[in-house]
């Protein structure tokens, strides 16, 4: 099914279902935020100092970095 397609068919959506589709569409976004949250605190209570950098090396590695997707 096309993107197009699911905003037809949300489009169509009488407004309990649209508000529905959009709390569902947050939840999917709030779980991705929770896993790269998880995933940033383990590395950041990493207690190995041979992983850890030096404040240059984590503002070049951050410079570099694409944005995360919206």
């Given at each position: 099914?096309s993107?197009?397609?699911?905003?037809?068919?949300a489009a169509a959506?009488?407004?309990?279902?649209?508000?529905?589709?959009?709390?569902?569409?947050?939840?999917l976004?709030?779980?991705?935020?929770q896993?790269?949250?998880?995933?940033?605190a383990?590395?950041l209570?990493?207690?190995d100092a041979s992983r850890?950098?030096?404040?240059?090396?984590?503002?070049?590695r951050?410079a570099e970095?694409?944005?995360?997707?919206?």
């Open positions: 099914m993107l197009e397609t699911l905003k037809q068919q959506l009488d407004d309990q279902s649209r508000k529905e589709l959009v709390a569902f569409l947050v939840s976004r709030e779980k991705q935020w896993a790269y949250a998880r995933a940033a383990r590395k209570d990493d207690p850890w950098l030096t404040l240059e090396e984590f503002q070049t951050l970095r694409p944005e995360p997707p919206e």
